[in-house]
Structure formats: C-alpha cells, structure tokens
C-alpha cells in the first residue's frame, strides 16, 4: 500500500526556474524524507524532516512539512539540467518503521 | 568508494529457475533492506533485516527469502521465478532500522520469461 503520493507525476520547466513537488501522506509519521533517482541508478538521500519540524534547508532544497494536512512540499531553487531525475518522498508510520513510499515526480530540466 | 554493490546488474531467467540477487554494503551498517520497483509504483520493501542474524518479512515477501549471515551480506533469492517477479530490485542499508537515511545500491534488472 502507498503511503505517500507525489504531485505532479511529471513536471517539465526551463533550467534556472524554481521546481517543487508535493507529497502527501494517510497516517501519523515520524520522519519524511525525500530521495532522488536518476535515469537507471539507484536511490540518493537528500533531506529528512521530522515531524515535529516544519521546514528544513539543503543548499537549493527546501522542504516543508505540514503535519496537519499530512502533506509535504520539496523545492529546488535556480533548476540545473543535472537536476533531471525521478524525486520520491518516503514515511514511517508510528505502527512500525518501514517506509513507505510514493510514487514519485518525474522533474525534466530544459536548458 | 564505499557504498553498496549489487550483483548482477540485470538477467534473464527462465520462469521456474531458482535465482539469488547479491548484495554487499561496505558501511558497517546494522539494517539492510530488499525493494523492487514497477513502474508507476513506489518501492515495495520485500524482505529487511534489522542486524546480523535476523531478518522480518516486508510489504510483499512472497516467492523471496532472504538470508542475513554476516553484517555486510543480505542476498535475496527467488526459489521459482515467476513472471511477476519481473521487476528492478534495490538493496539498501541504514545504520540503524527504522529512522535515518538508507543507502542504495543501483539495482539489479531483472526480467522472468
């Protein structure tokens, strides 16, 4: 089952704009963390933020979590062709610690 | 460069044929974790371990067992491929289980005819 969904399912934008992507979740959390996936590779942490966090920083990365509507944003500021890749956001649930992941954005920087 | 290898990159294999999918982590990491990934789906955990010695059953076990001898191997065989077993498989290890980041490898494609 799929906790989390990943909206949209593809987003096209030019080099240099400003991409986010949205996650949303069913059930309470402990953490949620975002990966990225490029073309035929595997998986790649790029930031976890904790339930009782509502924002967090990494370079270009801005992740928000907003516990109440059970929903997560990722931004990547000033968009890179190397950041074209596949974007997954993953829960766990308090019940156990598996995460549970979503379906995931696929983000196609134009130059 | 540490990290995890998998082993082999892709096959195919002929349904019904026995199979283990390698996996080795570098990290000294206590848990390690089997996924495959179908297209228009999230990963599906298969099969994790939460330290040498023992390992728990995921969201979708069946067809895979896993074995956990030693911290740095975790291989995953199928005992009969089937065709739905066809799918990219990833091994990934964390250092501890359930919180923190995990590490992947780059997957093993694999297609059951």
């Known amino acids: 089952s799929q906790q989390g969904e990943e909206d949209p399912q593809a987003l096209s934008i030019q080099e240099g704009e400003n991409a986010t992507m949205n996650c949303s979740y069913k059930?309470?959390?402990?953490?949620l963390q975002w990966y990225r996936q490029n073309s035929g590779r595997g998986l790649v942490h790029l930031i976890l933020i904790r339930s009782n966090e509502r924002e967090k920083h990494s370079g270009r990365l801005r992740v928000t979590l907003d516990t109440s509507k059970k929903s997560s944003s990722l931004l990547i500021t000033a968009s890179r062709a190397a950041d074209t890749a596949s974007y997954f956001c993953?829960?766990?649930?308090?019940?156990?610690?598996?995460?549970?992941w979503g379906a995931g954005t696929k983000l196609i920087i134009k130059p | 460069i540490a990290g995890i290898t998998q082993a082999p990159t892709s096959q195919i294999l002929a349904a019904g044929r026995r199979m283990t999918l390698r996996c080795t982590q570098d990290m000294r990491h206590n848990a390690m974790y089997w996924y495959r990934q179908d297209l228009g789906l999230g990963l599906r955990l298969i099969h994790y371990?939460?330290?040498?010695?023992?390992?728990g059953k995921g969201e979708v076990p069946d067809g895979y067992s896993v074995s956990r001898a030693n911290t740095d191997d975790f291989p995953l065989t199928l005992a009969s491929a089937v065709p739905s077993q066809t799918s990219v498989y990833f091994c990934?290890?964390?250092?501890?289980?359930?919180?923190?980041?995990?590490?992947f490898g780059d997957g093993t494609r694999l297609s059951i005819l």
């Open positions: 059930t309470s959390i402990n953490n």
């Open positions: 990934a290890s964390s250092e501890g289980y359930g919180f923190g980041p995990q590490h």
């Open positions: 371990s939460n330290t040498a010695g023992t390992t």
């Open positions: 993953a829960t766990d649930a308090f019940s156990n610690y598996q995460l549970i």
